[in-house]
């Protein structure tokens, strides 16, 4: 059983920064996809970014390419979304996610990961 755990929510003003974590724990192979969703009250969720866990090119959402960046440690089993310029839309709950197959650039789709962690909230003010 593959199990994920999300941390480093939190709030912040806009313009500033937040890290959140990932652990991920069970079997994780190599060619799986780890991947960091948001969803926001009264929307959908939607993809943010993702990354292989043996690592490789990430894919990201357009709205975040040059201000996030994913990571991952393999020796701790943890993956990172390092937020800068934040923004107050984009205020929600983020979600790290598992997809038990490799990643597909330019198609991250919700419905297409396995496991999910409950989520961190992120709260930007303005």
């Known amino acids: 059983q593959v199990q994920v755990v999300e941390s480093g929510g939190g709030l912040v003003q806009a313009g500033g920064s937040l890290r959140l974590s990932c652990v991920a724990s069970g079997r994780i192979f190599a060619y799986y996809t780890m991947g960091w969703f948001r969803q926001a009250p009264g929307k959908e969720r939607e993809f943010v970014a993702a990354?292989?866990?043996?690592?490789?090119?990430?894919d990201y959402a357009d709205s975040v390419k040059s201000r996030f960046t994913i990571s991952r440690d393999n020796s701790k089993n943890t993956v990172y979304l390092q937020m800068n310029s934040l923004k107050p839309e984009e205020s929600a709950v983020y979600c790290c996610a598992i997809r038990l197959a490799p990643l597909v650039p330019g198609r991250q789709r919700a419905d297409d990961y396995n496991y999910w962690g409950q989520g961190t909230q992120v709260t930007v003010s303005s």
């Open positions: 990354i292989m866990w043996s690592g490789g090119v990430p």
